[in-house]
Every structure is written in structure tokens, then in C-alpha cells.
């Protein structure tokens, strides 16, 4: 069950996942977070449907992100406590989003652990790059930035010791669609000693 991700209704870009809570109260909750158009939208539905949930959407009012009067009713539904626990839920988790989307404490995209960077470099596009390593999933990931979404992983990358060249385990859709060219990857210095 749960919510499949949606592109933002406003302008279809990709939208950033902020958090979710299924099944309590009866209902599917999931919070969604459009950095272009600085816009929160909570999905809702009841527990186990199928339906398409309600999104509800929450734009900035005064430096807050504030729901909007048009769907204040059907938010008045959740029980106070639950509903008033999620709406401070959905500008937590933006904040957060919004002040470390530019901070290079990168993670291993596998177990969440903190990872070392090992090579900041800038595209002939001028858009900057980072790799970071998990000494325990003996991975790579390639981060690229872009000012609405700041740092986002495009991929994973295993070092091959015998080819002495890095292969790509997985490549992950970014919202700002950053690509991930074979010359990128075949240009990384090879894996240092750790
Ligand atoms: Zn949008
Ligand atoms: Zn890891």
C-alpha cells in the first residue's frame, strides 16, 4: 500500500518525499515538498484504499508554509491531535529539507550512514559533482547539485579493482534531472587506499 510518487500539479517537477505515516488513525498520510515552487502537498487517503488520496497542499504565507483555505475542511477530518502533530510534521520536515539541502554530509543511499567525500569536481556545464564512499557497502555515490533541490544522488558506482575503472551499480532519478554521461564516470580518479 502507500502513496506512488506523483509529479508536483503545479509545474511537474519532481517532488521530494518528507515523510509518511500508513495506516494509524485510519488513514495513509505522505508529505511531499516541490522545491521550485516552494509548495507542500499531503497526500491523503483512507488506510487500505485504492482510491486516489486527496492532496492537499500547504504555500508559503508570511515565511510559513500554511494549508490552504480550500482544504482546511477535509484536514479538520484527522482527529485534532494527529492533525495537528502532522502539520507541524509538514513544516519540520520542509525546514530541514531547506537547510541542509546544500551541505555536503552526504549518506550512503543504502544504510544512511554519514560517508567521506573523495572527489569534488565541476562539469563543463558548471553544475558541481561530489563522490562519496561507504567503506561498508564498498560503494560510490555521485552526488550533483542544483540550487532548488541542492544534492541529490544520481548514482552508485563499484570500484572494479581488475579493470582498475568504477562501474555503475544503479542510477537514480533526480528532480533537477541531472545526467549521468559515460565520460563522467570513466573520468573519476581511481579509488585510494581507505
Ligand atoms: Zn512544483
Ligand atoms: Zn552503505
Keep these: 500500500m502507500g502513496h506512488a510518487r506523483q509529479p508536483c500539479p503545479l509545474d511537474r517537477s519532481r517532488l521530494v518525499e518528507m515523510g509518511l505515516s500508513y495506516g494509524a488513525k485510519g488513514v495513509d498520510l505522505s508529505i511531499w515538498y516541490c522545491p521550485r515552487c516552494d509548495v507542500a502537498f499531503v497526500l491523503l487517503s483512507p488506510s487500505r484504499s485504492e482510491a486516489a488520496p ?39 520536515h520542509v525546514g530541514l529539507f531547506l537547510r541542509g539541502r546544500h551541505a555536503e554530509g552526504v549518506c550512503c543511499q543504502l544504510d544512511g550512514t554519514p560517508t567521506p567525500v573523495l572527489h569534488r569536481w565541476r562539469d563543463p556545464a558548471g553544475t558541481g559533482w561530489l563522490m562519496s564512499w561507504c567503506r561498508w557497502c564498498k560503494l560510490g555515490f555521485l552526488f550533483a547539485s542544483s540550487a532548488d533541490n541542492g544534492w541529490e544522488c544520481c548514482a552508485s558506482v563499484a ?22 554521461g559515460p565520460q563522467l564516470v570513466a573520468r573519476l580518479p581511481p579509488l585510494p587506499a581507505l
Design 159 to 180: 570500484w572494479d579493482a581488475g579493470l582498475g575503472r568504477y562501474e555503475v551499480v544503479k542510477e537514480y532519478p533526480t528532480g533537477a534531472g541531472h545526467a549521468l
Design 54 to 92: 486527496s492532496a492537499l497542499q500547504w504555500h508559503r504565507r508570511d515565511g510559513q508554509l500554511e494549508l490552504r483555505e480550500e482544504d482546511r475542511g477535509r484536514w479538520e477530518e484527522l482527529p485534532r491531535q494527529f492533525g495537528e502533530c502532522w502539520e507541524s510534521n509538514v513544516r519540520h
